[in-house]
């Protein structure tokens, strides 16, 4: 398969995204409106924006995968099975609690420094944990969000915030209006970051000991990973609620396809996260037309699926 | 030279390496032997600052390895440990082209292509260089690294234990060709190896350690008595001389 094929695909698949819905949005009502229709503001409020939100945060929650998968030298690891989503939702409770009235941007940056910080936490008792075997990581990394997550839904039912929390705990794009997206375009300047230093990603990925013999300063690359992967994180849960198994699929196929070099592989892993993460929207949107079901339920059957076709196939490669 | 002056290894009261003090000469190579848990992997590591010292100074051509910048560091010297696990996909190719990373810091030139390409063809490995490191046998992956480590050019190149994994052929192979490289392109080599005789053969120079101190050093002639053994190993062996080499009779 080839590249601009796979862009033209998703470009196909966010066409579809512009034209499904619960509006009208033929061609003919976009061209020749009639009285009381009002096509050419639906799809500038709410078709384009939603169609961009969806774009913009599968590349972005796709490349943190695979950052997190470097990072920790494992394949089966993510910002839901690390304590990242928990921690930016703990620090989303948090900042909405203290000060409810800041603006979006402040309750990002606030939700990203807890995400870092929840995601050092991760990698720390990574260190202190001393069987690393390919399980126990991911299983510390869901247990530390285990732990984080109890604390946040402790004090969102204190609070009478619960229905927030579902929010920022999944994925739905329906609310998604010209507005209430903007800070996605971070998530894209964080996914041209990683491109950008995708070699000393990959180093990273092999390890403390190759990259110092190359001369890398392995600490400052991890640090700067884990600011990005916190950052995409608290964005996508302020702006439209966690993508489950997103990071961990995309970049295990990828890998499966081309292996793990990012500076050829992290351009199909942001083209094929914002298609699968299309896909996923407009089935949603579909389904139970003229209602929607959350990306984030579909992502979850289709994406526990594909999940465990991957594990079954990676004994099969074992054995 | 690496020059290792007064250099301690501590984990709280455990002392791996006592007080080493050391030089390595320029040019060919240089093999540390002893018996587990002598300290010999731990010195390697800190003479390639991949391990902090607890104490004393490593330089190499009068750089102080831990303030030397490590990209710095990275063109003159280059390691190689022992169980690279490396999880990444990666093919061959990439891996050796890796190597290049102090120079190109990831823009691949033309000439870093072709050391690359040399490097492959000097280990045998033009027939794998597009198949992923997960795909090969334990043999072959050590090559691979070795030939990512040689691409890196260093004027110095340690490594911790080349032969593992290795079958006797490859083994003799891999020594022959870094008794090439130290000749032929005039590197200088450090060895952590187990084998006393693949040492006594293809050493210039042999470092012996026990319980984190240095109890001798010397060329191979001098090391390759069952009097110097005795004391290295606590065990008694018997020393041949075949062809000019001296050989050691240890397995029964």
């Known amino acids: 398969m080839k590249f601009p094929l796979a862009v033209s695909a998703v470009i196909i698949l966010a066409s579809i995204s512009l034209l499904v819905g619960a509006g009208d949005l033929s061609l003919t009502a976009l061209l020749w409106p009639q009285e009381g229709q009002h096509a050419t503001q639906i799809l500038l409020i709410s078709r384009i924006p939603r169609t961009l939100a969806l774009i913009l945060a599968g590349a972005a929650m796709a490349v943190a995968g695979t950052i997190m998968q470097a990072l920790t030298q494992n394949r089966f690891v993510e910002p839901s099975t690390a304590g990242t989503v928990e921690s930016a939702s703990l620090g989303l409770l948090t900042v909405t609690l203290f000060v409810p009235d800041s603006p979006v941007i402040v309750k990002m940056l606030v939700a990203a420094g807890f995400a870092l910080a929840g995601t050092a936490l991760f990698l720390r008792i990574l260190k202190l944990v001393p069987l690393r075997s390919v399980l126990t990581v991911p299983l510390v990394g869901i247990m530390l969000g285990g732990i984080v997550g109890a604390i946040t839904t402790f004090f969102a039912y204190r609070f009478d915030l619960l229905q927030s929390l579902n929010a920022w705990t999944t994925g739905d794009f329906s609310g998604v209006l010209r507005g209430r997206y903007e800070l996605l375009w971070i998530g894209l300047a964080l996914t041209l970051l990683a491109y950008f230093v995708a070699d000393r990603l990959t180093l990273a990925g092999m390890g403390r000991d190759f990259s110092t013999n190359l001369g890398l300063r392995y600490r400052s690359i991890v640090s700067l990973g884990l600011i990005i992967v916190s950052m995409v994180t608290a964005i996508i849960v302020v702006t439209v609620g966690m993508l489950p198994f997103l990071g961990l699929i995309v970049p295990n196929v990828v890998s499966l396809m081309m292996g793990d070099n990012m500076r050829r592989s992290l351009p199909w892993i942001a083209v094929l996260g914002a298609g699968l993460v299309l896909v996923c929207d407009i089935l949603g949107r579909v389904v139970y037309y003229p209602y929607e079901v959350p990306i984030g339920t579909i992502m979850g059957i289709i994406g526990s699926a594909l999940f465990l076709f991957l594990l079954l196939r990676g004994r099969q490669r074992l054995a | ?252």
């Open chain 2, 1 to 252: 030279m690496i020059e290792i002056s007064n250099v301690r290894k501590n984990y709280g009261d455990t002392i791996v390496v006592r007080d080493v003090s050391l030089q390595i000469p320029r040019k060919g190579i240089t093999s540390i032997i002893g018996p587990n848990g002598a300290g010999k992997s731990t010195l390697l590591s800190m003479i390639s600052r991949l391990l902090p010292l607890s104490a004393g100074t490593v330089t190499v051509d009068g750089l102080d390895v831990t303030t030397t910048p490590s990209d710095v560091l990275a063109k003159r010297l280059s390691i190689l440990r022992q169980d690279n696990r490396v999880g990444s996909r990666l093919t061959v190719r990439d891996l050796v082209e890796f190597g290049r990373y102090p120079y190109s810091k990831g823009r691949l030139t033309a000439e870093d292509r072709a050391q690359a390409a040399r490097a492959i063809g000097f280990l045998g490995l033009e027939a794998l260089a597009d198949r992923f490191l997960d795909e090969l046998s334990g043999g072959q992956r050590q090559r691979a690294y070795v030939a990512m480590v040689l691409c890196q050019d260093t004027d110095y190149v340690l490594f911790d234990e080349p032969l593992n994994n290795l079958d006797m052929k490859h083994a003799v192979g891999m020594m022959k060709l870094l008794r090439e490289a130290a000749d032929a392109l005039s590197k200088t080599v450090v060895l952590v190896l187990h084998d006393i005789n693949f040492a006594s053969c293809y050493s210039d120079y042999i470092v012996a350690m026990r319980d984190g101190t240095v109890v001798r050093h010397g060329s191979p002639q001098e090391i390759m008595t069952s009097e110097a053994i005795r004391e290295i190993y606590d065990m008694e062996v018997e020393i041949q001389e075949t062809q000019g080499r001296r050989i050691s009779i240890y397995y029964t």
